[in-house]
């Protein structure tokens, strides 16, 4: 369960002082990280566990917040007040026009003496923890509705929880051959030394029971039946001793009292032993994975193609929620290796017969890639199916292996070694033999004496045929979805279940009945000259037909390069002026005629293609910049695109708009109309704004000057162990409209997930310690753009899970303190931090199917449906939304949780702020699902990808996700470092390049 995990108690508080005046204080570095990336940062303190699972100390409980003014002097401004007007009439004062900023604040700062400031903030100066914001009540907007959730009430037992430590000598590294031992260790002694209890088990080190067992201490001997011996000689039964150890009692008092809302912090230790005793008949009949549990039998398996089948499951959660304990239950699917004869599967990967064809060296690279790690079962000893795990395969056919069969290296071919001992004829001893066991150790086993063993989860990375097959399986409309997950739980009889009625747990077999409201959409404004001026979406889409972009933006200077050998110039020329057209009537100037003839180039020569058009155009121009490149590209274009972007946006500083073969053959004025959209964003124009936002009406944003941004961490797919991760984070340039988004990236370590370079100090020989950092430099530009400081923050933080919420909310905060403190004394604009989750597995269907008024046309929820009750957390401050209209398969809510809030916002204010916000994303005419500040950082890390270096060695990934490009992590002199990101160009900055 992936609960959040917090240091001591998350009841106490934090007071941070911060002397932004004083000079005796400068702002310190930002702090390093743990070597791997998931240390706490190094200013926690040191006894302070991230993972604590220790019950609370008391002594500094009920420590509240001081809820005192926050007041600071505005005069010493890093950047100059502008006195641009709001657009309406009766246009707030701002705080810089009215002297010293005045609100009442939260966490604020109380004014100390004139000059020194001591705030309630996110960095510790002491071992004390910090507090989530709490809940400030209910969501009121919006028409009410009744919706369904996965969601299964829980009935938490009476009977107390027992923690026993065990301790398996010879110590056993598989949780399978664990959970052997204890069922073992159950079966012999349930009844006697147990004391009649059924236990329940990690596979690790933990065993948990509903009341005590009969000792605090006993060892106890189990044998064990080895399936899993080396090659020769019979199966060994093995000794076991297995030493159990009380070491707690977890009270459910305290959890009731968290559920109730009575408490602020969770008690993991209750929830964690639940969860566990929830799984643990799902984990005998199923296989699991991760917090899901899979098996053939649920559904058909499906076939992926490449010797993949995708196999249907469930995922299982206990949750704490306002309505008391849930069961979570969703659908899932995962792709497995099909249990193939072994030279099946080599067919299947390869698509190709190679029984009668010998294997080329990239088919051998290919099989042996699929094949390592994989456990394969022999089918030439009749009954005896041992199991191994392929480390390898031969370079040499079988018919040339040979290896020694005693001490005096006497050497054996493999063909004979089989013939003799097993009487087996190898009939294919021109392919290879897969290499098994250790590598000091050669041992052979012929390919087609092997069988893949059922149940192992390929987690390598899908093609993009078997993604789409996987997607056809997934993809279930709201209805079928619903069902599956019912029937799910009936077939999981948890009445029937002998580990939740040995605890004591009830489960309801019904979903979840759930208070919504849907919200309005809003207002959207189009400029004056156009037919329609303004527009209200209906169910969440709305078009282009009689609207002008608001901020149309001018293209003069462009050209187009045809990377596509099947699009002829007569075509290109066609399409391009088209899109120009098109441009036009969408509200751009758009010159019809390129400053060079269309250029047509080889994919694999793109740099140099690129060069020439760029250079060509220039000495045209005479000095002039060309302002747009379009290129058109084949369906099919391996690294082309990720090149090309790295090249145009990182060297030659050049916005480009990239077409696929497809849509040039076939024009279509919806494709067309999309990508005038990009293009206006990309020259830095708007599409549209919210009339709320420029007639100055949206709460908490258009009082005073304010600043929106958007942060992501893209990490590289399994398998890739030393890509960088890639952070992103993108913060709105224009105010009141906050529509228009510049974005930032860079590396940092692998699977790091705090955001490295948000703020950071270096030393330069000449002008000392400087300051700069991803959010110093985007409060520079906002300020640069607008003429005004912010005086608010809202972030908006995506990807980060439960379990990383506070390191996260620790380290970030500080780091944004840090990053404003450093452009003027006493400069800390109030923040509010806003986690987005879409990995979440919460699921709404509608209350009545048939009732066309409550779903839209895919059958699911409609835009807007809000959900703050019941599922949501019992104190904290957090929501679903589902903002978007749903095309096929199931809608997903966002899951927004707001961390801290510094800006008192009401449950109607972020959730109507939310949702509007939705409306504002500047690629299509729909709402969409996941706030735009956090989708614009997610494209713009997601583009970074193909940044990053070409490295040819042998070792690096060469996935389409990374535009062919392996990425390299370069090692620094005694630490890890990572090869920073080619920089973006000054013009590429300011616009949504990115889209």
Known sequence: ??????????????????????????????PKTAQNGKGPPSHEPQNAKPHSQTSPSSKNRGRRRGRGGRKSDQSDVFMRPSSRPCTVADKPVLAHQAGPLVTDIPHGCVENGGNMCEMEMGFPSSSKSLTFAPRPGYGQL?????????????ELPEKDLNQYDVTITPEVSSRTVNRAIMNELVKLYKESDLGMRLPAYDGRKSLYTAGELPFAWKE???????????????KREREYKVVIKFVARASLHHLGQFLAGKRADAPQEALQILDIVLRELSTRRYCPVGRSFFSPDIRAPQRLGEGLESWCGFYQSIRPTQMGLSLNIDMSSAAFIEALPVIEFVGQLLGKDVLSRPLSDSDRVKIKKALRGVKVEVTHRGNVRRKYRVSGLTSQPTRELVFPVDDNSTMKSVVEYFQEMYGFTIQHAHLPCLQVGNQKKANYLPLEACKIVEGQRYTKRLNERQITALLKVTCQRPRDQENDILQTVQHNAYDQDPYAKEFGIKISEKLASVEARILPAPWLKYHETGKEKDCLPQVGQWNMMNKKMINGMTVSRWACINFSRSVQESVARGFCNELAQMCQVSGMEFNPEPVIPIYMARPDQVEKALKHVYHA????????????????LPDNNGSLYGDLKRICETDLGLISQCCLTKHVFKISKQYLANVSLKINVKMGGRNTV????????????????TIIFGADVTHPENGEDSSPSIAAVVASQDWPEVTKYAGLVCAQAHRQELIQDLYKTWHDPVRGTVSGGMIRDLLVSFRKATGQKPLRIIFYRDGVSEGQFYQVLLYELDAIRK?????????????????????????????NHRDRNSTDRSGNILPGTVVDSKICHPTEFDFYLCSHAGIQGTSRPAHYHVLWDENNFTADGIQSLTNNLCYTYARCTRSVSVVPPAYYAHLAAFRARFYMEPDMQENGSNGGGSGGHAAKATRASGETGVRPLPALKENVKRVMFYC
């Open 690 to 705: 919210l009339l709320d936002a420029i007639s100055c009406r949206i709460p908490l944003v258009s009082d005073i000057p």
């Open 617 to 632: 155009s220039m000495n045209k121009l005479k000095g002039k910049e060309l302002e747009l490149l379009l290129a058109i």
């Open 220 to 234: 106890f001997k189990v044998k064990l039946v080895d399936e899993e011996d080396g090659i020769n000689g019979p």
């Open 1 to 30: 369960m992936p609960m959040r995990q917090m240091k001591e108690s998350s009841e106490q508080h934090l007071v941070i002082k911060t002397h932004l005046q004083n000079s005796m204080n400068p702002v310190q570095k930002p």
């Open 819 to 847: 990053a404003c403190a450093s452009l003027e004394p006493n400069y800390q604009p109030p923040v509010t931090f806003i986690v987005v989750q879409k990995r979440h597995h919460t699921r709404l269907f509608a209350n």
């Open 142 to 154: 919006g028409t009410k509705c009744i919706v369904k959730a996965n969601h299964f009430f829980t």
